[in-house]
Every structure is written in C-alpha cells, then in structure tokens.
C-alpha cells in the first residue's frame, strides 16, 4: 500500500483526540497537523505510532518465544540464537499447532505437532509443505521489543 500524506488543519480538536480517530483509520499515513496553537504542530507517522512495546529481549530467551494476545489472535514472539526478534501468529498452517512451543533454528521454528518447518521471517512452511501463518512486524530498539499487531504483507 501506498503511503498517503494526511494534513489537517486546526479544526479544535486537541492533537490526542485527532489521533485517537486516525487510528481508527487503519493504513499507511504520513500525518500533518497545522493546529491554531502554533506549539502543537507536529508531523508524524500513524504507521509509527503503530509501534507497541512489549517488554525486552531479556524477556525471552535464546531459541524461544513468548506471547502476546491481541484480541481473538494469539502472537508468538521469537528470539533466534543470534538475537534476531521475529513476531507470527501462534498457529502453525498446517493443523494450527503452536509454534510458540516449537524448536527455534537459524531463522526457521518446527512445530512441535508434526515438524512442519516454518520461517520465521516470513511464515511460510518450508520444503515440500505449503502454508503460510501471518507475521507480525517486530522491531528492536536497544533491548526493547517494539510490535505492530496489524499483520505485514
Ligand atoms: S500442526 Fe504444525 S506441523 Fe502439523
């Protein structure tokens, strides 16, 4: 999708309340705000302010996953041997396993049910399977594990 630029010009909202409706407006914006208070003009990106803490890489340990709900959807949080973090629903695509209890390796996890290989990056079941469970985008800052619960292309 395509970035679309988003300006709003001081209608009286407060800046808070503004972007309390734009979330409401899911995609990818840039956001201008030209407020009558010259000191709350700001610029920022909804796509930005998207971006969840949930705790630190020491939260999780190497080879390994911890869980985040968000609603119906379960989301298993891995961290690989080499520190990389990496976010994807908790159900494998074949039977809907939990991938969260599966072996983590380079940038792949086994579902613990049927050894289904799946990447990590991407969800895609590896080798001859064929399935794909949704990822998350997932970002690291320092020590601190940033999510988006809105799935990535
Ligand atoms: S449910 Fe994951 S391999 Fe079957």
Request: proline share 5%; aromatic share 6%.
């Amino acid at each position: 999708m395509s970035r679309q630029q988003l300006v709003i010009i001081g209608n009286g909202m407060a800046p808070g309340r503004m972007l309390e409706h734009l979330f409401e407006a899911q995609g990818d914006f840039d956001v201008t705000i030209f407020n009558a208070e010259p000191r709350v003009n700001v610029s920022l990106s909804l796509t930005e302010l998207d971006w969840r803490f949930i705790g630190t890489i020491d939260d999780i340990p190497r080879q390994a996953a911890r869980c985040v709900e968000n609603d119906e959807t379960k989301i298993a949080v891995f961290r690989t041997a080499d520190d990389r973090i990496f976010a994807l629903e908790d159900k494998c695509p074949h039977k809907n396993g939990p991938l969260s209890q599966g072996i983590v390796h380079g940038g792949c996890v086994t579902c613990p049910r049927h050894n289904w290989v799946i990447s990590l990056e991407t969800g895609t079941a590896q080798g001859a399977a064929e399935g794909r469970t949704a990822a998350f985008p997932v970002r690291l800052d320092g020590r601190d594990i940033y999510l988006q619960l809105h799935p990535g292309a």
